[in-house]
């Protein structure tokens, strides 16, 4: 917290001092979202590229003077990124463009995006010395939480819809959470957290809530840049649900550029399901996004369904500041996105993940791309999260597999269909 100046409200602009503010700005209520600030100047002057390059630590950790917590507090003992940049490059040279990149961020501790945001929220607990930390979530930033929690054993309430995939609430019962399956959507699951944690005087990691989350999202635009040594893609695809994953991006560019770290900011291309397409739709129509009411969201892409994404403020600046677009993709292009990418990468998304491979092919499809440009897809989550949906795209995509007698007789019948 050495560096941090205090925090700014996206809506009115109004700044708290470092030991001023708690989670929002009390003037607008749930919609207040503040984003941290940075003394950018001090940080230049202790901590460089040169710096960087000798640190050991390869985790998030390594980044610490631009992240919002304190030098000597402990960190989680569980790992925390890199994740690997795969350059993909026969794939580039199909859609027509000069470099392709996938961040995998399925790789992280409990396999999704989350963990970055939740490593911060264990710190920050921590500081406070809370008893309990609780969130709620569509079931990913649940089990990072819960994951992160459990290795520093710190006591966590958990709220998810009863609809999450069965993988991610096994994730939390493993991990010895204090499960509560909230019978309503993700938005019922948020509103109801938001009301114990003030009651029980919790410490609240909410996605689009507790400011800090931006800030560990931001890590990946750290790794993606340092990774292409600090020369920044020209355009950057993720998905969007809540949209502090969008919003955590952008910072992390932001603060690069500051920095001097890098030269241009990416474009960043933000993909919503058909079904839930709030940020899409107010993009599209300049719809004033304080007063947009919440749309119905459903879509088999549980991680990005969101019917009032709690970080849009963020969000639609991360798209418009940075001249990027918003792009719906339907159910059935995500099911067909999860074997077509996990086929040509080896990369097993889950459907969330997926989109934005759905995404980049329907952008290659319409022109989006120019022949010299260098684009990152990040899948943000694991395909074993939700194995329903992978069998839904088995379907789908009438995938073909044998069943066979264990015999030598039998075997030779399907390879000679299959002209083996
Ligand atoms: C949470 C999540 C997203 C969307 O992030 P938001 O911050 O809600 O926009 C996308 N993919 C996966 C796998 C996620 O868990
Ligand atoms: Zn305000």
């Excluded at 490059?89 to 000069?98: D, V």
């Excluded at 992160?148 to 994730?171: D, H, R, W």
């Excluded at 600090?230 to 500051?258: M, N, Q, R």
């Excluded at 770290?261 to 993909?271: A, E, F, H, T």
């Amino acid at each position: 917290m050495k560096y941090v100046t205090g925090a700014k409200c996206v809506i009115c602009g109004k700044f708290f001092k470092k030991d001023q503010f708690e989670y929002i700005c009390p003037d607008h209520g749930n919609e207040g979202i503040l984003d941290i600030k940075y003394d950018y100047d001090s940080i230049k002057k202790d901590f460089t590229k040169h710096c960087l390059a000798n640190n050991k630590d390869q985790s998030v950790w390594r980044y610490g003077p631009l992240l919002p917590v304190n030098e000597d507090s402990p960190v989680p003992r569980l790992s925390v990124g890199p994740t690997p940049l795969y350059h993909l490059e026969k794939l580039a040279t199909r859609l027509g463009i000069k470099d392709l990149y996938l961040k995998d961020d399925g790789r992280l501790p409990t396999a999704s995006f989350k963990d970055r945001a939740s490593a911060i929220a264990v710190v920050k607990a921590w500081e406070k010395r809370a008893k309990v930390i609780t969130t709620a979530s569509t079931g990913n930033a649940a089990a990072a939480l819960s994951g992160l929690c459990a290795s520093v054993g710190q006591e966590n309430v958990i709220f998810v819809p009863v609809s999450a995939p069965k993988a991610k609430i096994a994730q939390l019962l493993m991990f010895g959470s204090k499960v509560i399956l909230v019978n309503g959507t993700y938005d019922d699951a948020f509103d109801l957290c938001l009301k114990v944690a003030k009651e029980y005087g919790w410490y609240n990691r909410n996605t689009g809530y507790n400011p800090y989350m931006s800030e560990g999202k931001k890590t990946c635009s750290f790794e993606i840049c340092e990774q292409l040594k600090w020369k920044a893609p020209d355009t950057i695809f993720v998905s969007v649900g809540d949209g502090c994953i969008i919003g955590g991006i952008h910072k992390g560019l932001k603060d690069l550029l500051e920095m001097g770290w890098i030269d241009i900011m990416p474009r960043l291309v933000g993909i919503q399901a058909e079904g839930s397409s709030y940020m899409y739709q107010a993009w599209k129509n300049n719809e004033d996004i304080i007063t947009k009411p919440a749309v119905v969201a459903e879509t088999i892409a549980d991680s990005i369904s969101a019917g009032l994404p709690r970080d849009r403020v963020k969000a639609l600046d991360a798209v418009n500041k940075t001249k990027g677009e918003f792009i719906t993709v339907s159910d059935e292009e995500i099911l067909k996105a999860i074997p077509d990418l996990a086929g040509k990468t080896g990369v097993f998304a889950e459907p969330a993940g997926a989109a934005t491979w759905a995404g980049v092919l329907k952008a290659a499809e319409t022109g989006m791309f120019s022949c010299d440009e260098s684009v990152v897809v990040i899948n943000t989550g694991s395909g074993l999260k939700d194995i329903n949906s992978a069998m839904k795209s088995v379907e789908l995509t009438n995938m073909q597999y044998f069943k066979v007698e264990p015999s030598i007789d039998k075997f030779r019948i399907i390879a000679s269909y299959l002209k083996l």
